[in-house]
C-alpha cells in the first residue's frame, strides 16, 4: 500500500532549479514537495558553474536567499579575452551602465537552498528510487518515489516541476517535443586547485594549443578549464601535464606572469553541447534548467537561466493556483524560450570564438583572431558581449 499525500507543486530535482523554484514558492504561500534521487551530499559536492550574472544575484537578494553570497561572493567588473599571448581587459560595469558579475560556486547556492528549506521545516526527499510522473494532462497529476527507508509514496499535485536536469524523467514525458541540438568536437578538463588566482578576475585565454578558461572559488581556490578532446581520458592528465599547458596557454609575451600552482583536488572531463527542447510545457507539467536546455560553459549560461525559468514559473504558478489565471503559466515555455535561445546564441558565439578546431582549420584561425580583435577593440562590439555575459533582459522576482 502506497502513502497517499496532497501538495500544490510537485518538484522533480534537488538541484538550483528545484531548490530556488521551492523557495519562491514558500514566499508566495504555496506549498511544495521536493523528491531528488540522489543524496543530499552528492548535491552538495557536485562541482559545477561558478558566476553569476548581476540579475541573478539581485534576484536572490531579493528572494531573501543572498546573505551569504553577499559576505563570501567575489564581484567582478569585467573579464580578460587573450589571443596572440596578449591580454585585454573588458570592462562590463563601464560598458553596461553599472551591470557586473559575481562569482560565487553553485555548490554554495545549494548548500544554501538546502538549508533554508529545511530550517523552514520542509523536508527535501533525498535519495528517492524509482520517482515517476504520471496523468499530466489530468488537473491532478501524481508524483511517486520510493523514500530511503523503502516506502513507497503518492503524491497528488496541482503541478509538476521537472527540475531533473538533463538526463531525468521529465521532458520525454512531453509527446513530439522538438529537440535542436549541436555538438561539438571538443570538452573541457576542469580542475579545483588550493592556489591563491594569480588573476583579479577571469581570463578567457584562446590559444593556437586549444582554449583554457582562468576562474576562482574564493581568495585562496582556484577552478580551471583546458580545451581537450571529447576522447580524452582523465587518467592521462597528471596534475604536472596540466599545469604546464595551463603555463603554456595563459602565457603573455613579454611578460613573466604565471598561473599559481596548487594542490589539485578535484578533477573531470565534459562534453560540450547545445540543446533546447520546446515546448518546456505539456498539461500540468512544466520543465525547467536543464531538463530543457544545454548550453556549452564558454557563456556562463547554465545556472543563470535555470534560475530565471523558475522564476518565471513561480511568478506564473502564483497567479495560476492563488488567483486561478492561468495565463502567465499559459505563455511560460514562450517566454522562457526567448531568453534560453538569446543564451544559446551567445554561448555558441563565444564557444566558436575561442575554442581550436581539432580538425585544424587555417580559415576559421583567422576568423576567430580577426573576430576577438573586433571585439577587443570596437566599442559595439564590447558592449554587446557584456549584454550578454552580464545577463540580457533580467527577470525580477515580485511577491
Ligand atoms: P541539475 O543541477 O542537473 O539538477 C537536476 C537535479 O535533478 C536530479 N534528478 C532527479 N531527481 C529525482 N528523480 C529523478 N529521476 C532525477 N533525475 C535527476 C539530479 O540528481 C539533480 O540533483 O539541473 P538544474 O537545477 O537545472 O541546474 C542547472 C545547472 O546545474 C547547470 O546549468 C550549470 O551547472 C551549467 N554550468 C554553468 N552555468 C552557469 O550559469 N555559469 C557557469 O559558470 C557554469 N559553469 C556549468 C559550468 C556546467 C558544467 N558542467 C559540469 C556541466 C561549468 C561546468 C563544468
Ligand atoms: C566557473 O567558474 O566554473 C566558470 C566560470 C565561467 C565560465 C564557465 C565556468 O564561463
Known amino acids: 500500500m502506497a502513502a497517499s499525500s496532497r501538495t500544490q507543486v510537485g518538484i522533480v530535482g534537488a538541484g538550483p532549479a528545484g531548490l530556488l523554484l521551492a523557495h519562491l ?3 508566495h504561500g504555496i506549498e511544495s514537495v521536493v523528491v531528488e534521487n540522489r543524496t543530499r551530499e552528492y548535491c552538495e559536492a557536485r562541482q559545477r558553474a561558478g558566476l553569476l550574472e548581476a540579475g541573478t544575484v539581485e534576484l536572490l537578494r531579493a528572494a531573501g536567499a543572498g546573505r551569504r553570497m553577499d559576505a563570501e561572493g567575489l564581484e567582478h567588473d569585467g573579464i580578460y579575452l587573450q589571443f596572440e599571448g596578449e591580454r585585454h581587459h573588458v570592462n562590463i560595469r563601464e560598458l553596461t551602465g553599472g551591470r557586473w558579475v559575481t562569482v560565487y560556486a553553485q555548490t554554495e547556492i545549494v548548500k544554501d537552498l538546502i538549508e533554508s528549506r529545511l530550517a523552514a521545516g520542509d523536508p527535501i526527499e533525498f535519495g528517492a528510487t524509482d520517482v515517476s510522473v504520471t496523468d499530466v494532462t489530468s488537473d491532478r497529476p501524481l508524483l511517486s518515489y520510493t523514500g530511503e527507508d523503502g516506502t513507497r509514496h503518492e503524491v497528488a499535485c496541482d503541478v509538476i516541476a521537472g527540475c531533473d536536469g538533463f538526463h531525468g524523467i521529465s521532458r520525454p514525458l512531453i509527446p513530439d517535443i522538438e529537440t535542436y541540438e549541436r555538438t561539438y568536437p571538443f570538452a573541457w578538463l576542469g ?6 588566482p594569480s588573476t583579479d578576475e577571469l581570463i578567457y585565454s584562446r590559444h593556437s594549443d586549444g582554449f583554457a578558461l582562468y576562474s576562482m572559488r574564493s581568495p585562496e581556490v582556484s577552478r580551471l578549464y583546458l580545451q581537450v578532446s571529447p576522447e580524452e581520458r582523465i587518467e592521462d592528465w597528471s596534475d604536472d601535464r596540466i599545469w604546464a599547458e595551463l603555463q603554456k596557454r595563459f602565457a603573455v609575451h613579454g611578460s613573466d606572469w ?18 533546447v527542447a520546446g515546448p518546456m510545457q505539456h498539461g500540468r507539467l512544466f520543465l525547467a534548467g536543464d531538463a530543457a536546455h544545454i548550453v556549452p560553459p564558454t557563456g556562463a549560461k547554465g545556472l543563470n537561466l535555470a534560475l530565471s525559468d523558475v522564476t518565471v514559473l513561480a511568478n506564473a504558478l502564483s497567479a495560476a493556483l492563488r488567483d486561478g489565471e492561468w495565463a502567465l503559466a499559459e505563455a511560460y515555455s514562450d517566454t522562457c524560450l526567448r531568453r534560453v535561445w538569446r543564451a544559446t546564441h551567445f554561448s555558441w558565439w563565444m564557444t566558436s570564438m575561442l575554442h581550436v578546431n581539432p580538425a585544424g582549420d587555417p580559415f576559421d584561425d583567422q576568423l576567430q583572431l580577426s573576430q576577438l580583435r573586433f571585439v577587443t577593440s570596437s566599442e559595439a562590439q564590447a558592449t554587446a558581449l557584456a549584454e550578454n555575459y552580464s545577463g540580457f533582459q533580467p527577470v525580477r522576482f515580485s511577491l
Open 258 to 275: 604565471r598561473v599559481a600552482e596548487g594542490k589539485i583536488t578535484d578533477k573531470s572531463v565534459t562534453p560540450m553541447r547545445s540543446f
Open 25 to 27: 514558492l514558500r514566499l
Open 191 to 196: 580542475v579545483l586547485a588550493d592556489a591563491a
